[in-house]
């Protein structure tokens, strides 16, 4: 059985700021046309439907799976696995993300985004390693800032292990 990873961020911690950023996402999108709301496989999955349940203002979501992990990738490569379908231009985009370390992922989708012609592309991470970043990335609307350790849980995981568990947790160094 593997070893139970050790909590760093509560599931009530986690629900409350869910439903603060889902007010604070209300505030600021209350007299505009619904975003697009797009989240990024897989980890990302429990936070946007958390997010989402808890928020009054109208949304379309779709979704944008990415890969940097393949034979062969240079650092900071990034290839797109699943692609959006609901067409960007003049729209007004929230790009929901479990987490944000190196930053190289989501500077090559947000520079995506604005390519194909999105109006406005906000990002919205549950969690923020800065201690990792090596890319400059602007977080629009973040959930906690964390140190810099490998973190499972809450639809991060460990060899897809981990996802579901309730709470943001990690492992001792020997365990991951």
Same mark, same amino acid.
């Given at each position: 059985?593997?070893?139970?990873?050790?909590? *760093?961020?509560?599931?009530?911690?986690?629900?409350?700021?869910?439903?603060?950023?889902?007010?604070?996402?209300?505030?600021?999108?209350?007299?505009?046309?619904?975003?697009?709301?797009?989240?990024?496989?897989?980890?990302?999955?429990?936070?946007?439907?958390?997010? *989402?349940?808890?928020?009054?203002?109208?949304?379309?979501?779709? =979704?944008?799976?990415?890969?940097?992990?393949?034979?062969?990738?240079?650092?900071?490569?990034?290839?797109?696995?699943?692609?959006?379908?609901?067409?960007?231009?003049?729209?007004?985009?929230? *790009?929901?993300?479990?987490?944000?370390?190196?930053?190289?992922?989501?500077?090559?989708?947000?520079?995506?985004?604005?390519?194909?012609?999105?109006?406005?592309?906000?990002?919205?991470? *549950?969690?923020?390693?800065?201690?990792?970043?090596?890319?400059?990335?602007?977080?629009?609307?973040?959930?906690?800032?964390?140190?810099?350790? =490998?973190?499972?849980?809450?639809?991060?995981?460990?060899?897809?292990?981990?996802?579901?568990?309730?709470?943001?947790?990690?492992?001792?160094?020997?365990?991951?």
């Amino acid at each position: 059985m593997p070893p139970s990873p050790r909590v *760093l961020v509560s599931s009530e911690a986690l629900e409350q700021r869910v439903a603060e950023l889902a007010a604070e996402l209300d505030r600021d999108y209350r007299d505009r046309e619904p975003p697009l709301c797009i989240g990024l496989l897989k980890g990302s999955v429990f936070f946007l439907v958390d997010l *989402l349940k808890r928020m009054e203002t109208e949304v379309e979501i779709d =979704f944008l799976q990415t890969s940097s992990y393949r034979a062969g990738t240079a650092p900071g490569e990034v290839w797109i696995r699943k692609d959006v379908e609901i067409p960007l231009r003049g729209r007004d985009i929230l *790009l929901i993300e479990d987490i944000v370390d190196t930053g190289h992922t989501l500077r090559t989708v947000l520079d995506l985004l604005a390519h194909r012609g999105a109006r406005q592309v906000k990002l919205c991470a *549950l969690l923020d390693k800065a201690a990792a970043r090596e890319v400059q990335v602007p977080i629009d609307y973040c959930g906690f800032t964390i140190e810099n350790r =490998f973190v499972v849980g809450y639809g991060l995981d460990h060899d897809e292990r981990y996802r579901n568990l309730p709470y943001i947790g990690f492992l001792e160094e020997d365990e991951a």
